[in-house]
């Protein structure tokens, strides 16, 4: 059975690991008030960054359309793929997920599987590799590899920070009381996703102690069991990233680790600063 996997732009996948695994990335956009712009097409992160500085206004985030979906996956039809699995940041932020669901129905010729990862950025990311390592073995059924990425689900950790819950409450992607609070407070609360939704883990008063705390939930998570990987995840801030993955290894030289970044939409949400750290046990 041929089987190709698909991902959002929001797993931000490096591009030589897509053309390695092929995967196929379908975009999301960001919404400026001088137009829209799909992230890694129509502008790069360092651009939206730079634009976000400049910009009075913060800007919007925008799915694709069901029909982007739809000429997606007739490419792959003709291209004799038999079911296409999309891997998707989480529905609790976006409706992503269930445009690429809706959009499998009005397909013939390719059974369509969208997956909920309930993660974004590149800890999504990984469900989307995973499944294509699988996929280009050839000897799986699509069940099978969904059931293979909810168990990578039962071991995948994520947490991170941000300078300024401002943009997330805007956006409406943590209430507005738990914001309110947090300004007041002039707190970094460490966040992290539970069942989907961005909700706050525990509150910290200033940004290196928010991520000393992370990096011990990583720690602690170690002597558990076997971390398979480590990505280090920055908003425009790579120097962060580099520092933390370089302290790390120095401790763990046997596990892998990377560095990744907050592109243009989820950066929209998490704001200039934002550090994540994520991984995933052997499984």
Do not use: C
């Not at 089987?3 to 591009?15: C, L, R």
């Amino acid at each position: 059975m041929k089987i190709a996997v698909m991902a959002d732009s929001t797993s931000y996948i490096p591009q030589e690991l897509r053309e390695k695994h092929d995967i196929h990335i379908v975009p999301l956009s960001v919404v400026f008030e001088d137009g829209s712009y799909q992230e890694d097409i129509d502008i790069t992160t360092e651009e939206f960054y730079e634009k976000l500085r400049e910009s009075d206004e913060l800007p919007t985030t925008s799915q694709p359309s069901v029909g982007a979906f739809v000429d997606l996956y007739k490419v792959l039809a003709n291209d004799n793929y038999d079911a296409v699995i999309t891997v998707h940041l989480s529905r609790k932020i976006s409706g992503t997920y269930d445009v690429a669901q809706s959009a499998g129905e009005m397909v013939k010729g390719i059974e369509v599987y969208a997956y909920d990862s309930e993660l974004s950025a590149l800890a999504q990311g990984f469900f989307a590799i995973e499944a294509a390592k699988m996929a280009k073995k050839g000897d799986k059924t699509p069940d099978e590899i969904i059931a293979r990425l909810d168990k990578l689900k039962e071991k995948m950790f994520a947490y991170f920070m941000v300078d300024d819950l401002t943009n997330l409450q805007r956006g409406g992607r943590l209430s507005g009381a738990q914001a309110l609070v947090g300004s007041l407070l002039k707190i970094k609360p460490i966040l992290h996703f539970e069942d989907g939704e961005i909700v706050p883990y525990e509150k910290i008063r200033t940004r290196k102690k928010a991520i000393s705390r992370i990096m011990s939930l990583l720690e602690a998570d170690i002597e558990k069991g076997s971390v398979e990987k480590v990505v280090f995840i920055h908003a425009n801030d790579e120097a962060s990233a580099v520092e933390l993955e370089k302290e790390f290894s120095k401790k763990h030289s046997d596990i892998e680790t990377t560095i990744s970044y907050f592109g243009p939409v989820i950066g929209t949400h998490l704001g200039e600063g934002a550090i994540g750290v994520a991984w995933y046990h052997s499984f």
